[in-house]
């Protein structure tokens, strides 16, 4: 099944990434067109390995390249979520984490498009923890009722105080926050608190997204 879903899918998201840093400006033309030959050398080693028959590399393709599309989109677009989150991370750590995504994203993708061949209740099963760990860790989830959001502990409230951790104070991007002198951001509403990165809403009615590393305490209201 490699052949069939991890290669493309690999393949379309590693493409639509190296596009963007030579030449972003290429992003949608090889986004559309790059899975065309990546389906179709896909398609042509498996009816070579299966003995198919001829032209059968062709139906693949036409079956194969939406799904190959926009898991390369999808690919790209959790690398953007994902990247302001490591970009104060070592060089070695950062790159790491950045190249080791796709090989997992193409990797939970292929297993949901394998277990299609048991139906459709065994792939909405399988896919649907990693669609809500991947909503929750992006911040798609924010767009939930904020009543809901706040009975599932997830946000919505307002903190008391929040202790940062001291070398993240001494940052640039840290002095637009109104933190006092002890580093602690008193009073403030935090609208999300899952995943890599807090969303609070400022005084002035502005948000600002908080690295969860930078955070020691967190004070909430009884």
Same mark, same amino acid.
């Given at each position: ?9 690999? +393949?379309?998201?590693?493409? @639509? ?26 398609? /042509? ?32 677009? /959790? ?8 970009? &104060? ?21 292929? /297993?949901?498009? /394998? ?40 946000? @919505? ?7 940062? &951790? ?14 006092? &002198?002890?580093?602690? +951001?008193? &009073? ?35």
């Amino acid at each position: 099944m490699a052949l069939v879903f991890f290669v493309p899918y690999l +393949l379309a998201g590693f493409s @639509n990434a190296a596009i963007l840093f030579v030449d972003p400006e290429l992003f949608v033309s090889v986004a559309l067109l790059a899975p065309i030959p990546i389906t179709l050398l896909a398609g /042509m080693a498996i009816q070579g390995l299966f003995d198919l028959r001829r032209f059968s590399f062709l139906k693949f393709v036409w079956e194969a390249y939406l799904s190959t599309m926009v898991v390369g989109l999808f690919i790209v677009w /959790m690398l953007a979520q994902a990247y302001p989150l490591v970009s &104060d991370w070592q060089p070695l750590l950062k790159w790491g984490a950045l190249a080791i995504a796709p090989f997992i994203i193409a990797f939970v993708t292929t /297993m949901t498009s /394998m277990l299609f061949i048991a139906g459709w209740k065994a792939a909405m099963m399988f896919s649907l923890f990693f669609a809500l760990f991947l909503a929750g860790y992006s911040g798609v989830l924010t767009t939930l009722p904020e009543t809901m959001v706040r009975m599932l502990g997830l946000g @919505n409230y307002q903190a008391r105080a929040i202790v940062l &951790d001291t070398s993240y104070c001494a940052k640039e991007q840290a002095r637009v926050l109104p933190t006092d &002198d002890q580093c602690v +951001l008193k &009073d403030v509403q935090v609208v999300w608190s899952l995943g890599e990165a807090f969303v609070l809403r400022l005084a002035d009615g502005s948000t600002a997204r908080l690295p969860a590393m930078a955070i020691r305490a967190l004070v909430k209201p009884q």
